[in-house]
C-alpha cells in the first residue's frame, strides 16, 4: 500500500468549498485513490474513489493530477454535518479485503 | 436493502470475561472484515472472512478469533479480556471477493462499543 499523507485537521465555514489534498508520492500504476468519511461513533462511509482525471459524484469531487502522486478531495459548500474524519486510501489490498487506514484528515465545520 | 447491523451497539464487560460480537452483512454479501478502532491506534483491521474461511489476518493476539456462518453472518469474540480492549468495533461487507481499493466497496456497520473495566 502506498503511504499518505493529509493534513490532520483543518477548519471550515458553511457553506464554503472543502478541498483536502492527500500526497501519495509512491503510487503504484494500478493504484486507486479512495476516500472515506467516518462520522463520531459510526463506521466510515465510502465516498469517492478515481484513478486519474476527475472524478464527481453526488457528494464530492475528486481530482487526480497526471503525475497521480497527489489527490483533492473536493467537498461543495459545507454544511455542519459534514464535520468527520476523511481518509484518503491508495494502493491495492491484494484481495485480501484489508483496509488500511492513517490518521485522517478532522474536518470541522463552523458555522 | 437493509445495511450491516450490528449486535450489541454497547457492552460494558470486565477484564478476564469473555464477549462475542455479532454482524449481519448486507443481504448477498459474502465477504466480512472486522476493525478495531481506538483514539490511540485508529482503525485496525482484525480478519476477513468469505465463504466461512477466514483469508486474512491482522496483528492481534489469539484471544481474538471470529468465525463466519453458511448464511454469511459473522461472529467475533475476544477472550480473557484486557482494559486495552476497549474500542469500538466495526464489520464491514462487500459483495464478492476482492480488493476493497479496486472497486470492491467496503459498507461499514455502526459498530460495538466495548468497554472493559
Not at chain 1, 461543495?76 to 479485503?97: E, H, K, M, Q, W
Not at chain 2, 460480537?21 to 448477498?28: A, D, E, F, K, M
Amino acid at each position: 500500500l502506498a503511504k499518505t499523507t493529509q493534513p490532520i485537521s483543518m477548519d471550515s465555514y458553511e457553506g464554503q468549498e472543502v478541498n483536502i489534498t492527500c500526497s501519495h508520492n509512491n503510487i503504484a500504476t494500478n493504484d486507486y485513490i479512495t476516500w472515506y468519511q467516518q462520522f463520531p461513533s459510526q463506521g466510515p462511509r465510502f465516498i469517492i474513489q478515481g484513478y486519474k482525471t476527475k472524478v464527481t459524484n453526488e457528494v464530492a469531487s475528486l481530482f487526480i493530477p497526471a503525475d497521480r502522486k497527489s489527490s483533492t478531495l473536493s467537498l461543495p459548500r459545507v454544511s455542519l454535518s459534514d464535520t468527520a474524519v476523511y481518509y484518503c486510501l491508495v494502493g491495492s489490498s491484494g484481495n485480501t479485503g484489508k483496509l488500511i487506514f492513517g490518521q485522517g484528515t478532522t474536518l470541522q465545520v463552523k458555522p | 436493502k437493509a445495511g450491516v447491523t450490528q449486535t450489541p451497539r454497547y457492552l460494558i464487560k470486565t477484564r478476564g470475561q469473555q464477549v462475542t460480537l455479532s454482524c449481519s452483512p448486507i443481504s448477498g454479501h459474502r465477504s466480512v472484515s472486522w476493525y478495531q478502532q481506538t483514539p490511540g491506534q485508529g482503525l485496525q483491521f482484525l480478519f476477513e472472512y468469505f465463504s466461512e474461511t477466514q483469508r486474512n489476518k491482522g496483528n492481534f493476539p489469539g484471544r481474538f478469533s471470529g468465525r463466519q456462518f453458511s448464511n454469511s453472518r459473522s461472529e467475533m469474540n475476544v477472550s480473557t479480556l484486557e482494559l486495552g480492549d476497549s474500542a469500538l468495533y466495526l464489520c464491514a461487507s462487500s459483495s464478492r471477493r476482492g480488493d476493497p481499493l479496486q472497486g470492491n466497496e467496503q459498507f461499514f456497520g455502526p459498530g460495538t462499543r466495548l468497554t472493559v473495566l
